[in-house]
């Protein structure tokens, strides 16, 4: 079984870095996408960013510029530099790996709040 798990939210002022780690367990699991969502009280879960095994990275028209998606291959990880960070980027940011069978698997989340 495959459990993303996150770490790395906290409180930080605006204009601050933060910077979230993922380590997805799993054996003989080989991820084709490792991704951020989050979901920011009574609003939906949106994509913040995601980078495939092939290279491409993905990014949230509100994030491109100030956050940077990376993968370490070799340890199942996916990390997010957040810098420049906003109000508006207070969420609970959430880890998601697609397996090449095309399943999906979710952390539990970690809270980042961004005070003005």
């Known amino acids: 079984q495959v459990q993303p798990v996150e770490s790395g939210g906290d409180l930080v002022q605006a204009g601050g870095s933060l910077r979230l780690s993922c380590a997805a367990s799993g054996r003989n699991f080989s991820f084709n996408v490792m991704g951020w969502y989050r979901q920011a009280p009574g609003k939906q879960r949106e994509l913040v960013a995601t980078?495939?095994?092939?290279?491409?990275?993905n990014y949230a028209d509100s994030v491109k510029g100030r956050f940077t998606i990376s993968r370490d291959y070799a340890k199942n990880m996916v990390y997010l530099q957040m810098n420049s960070l906003k109000p508006e980027d207070t969420a609970v940011y959430y880890c998601?790996?697609?397996?090449?069978?095309?399943?999906?698997?979710w952390g539990k989340g970690t809270l980042v709040t961004v005070s003005s």
């Open positions: 980078a495939a095994r092939a290279g491409s990275r």
């Open positions: 998601n790996v697609k397996s090449d069978m095309g399943t999906d698997y």
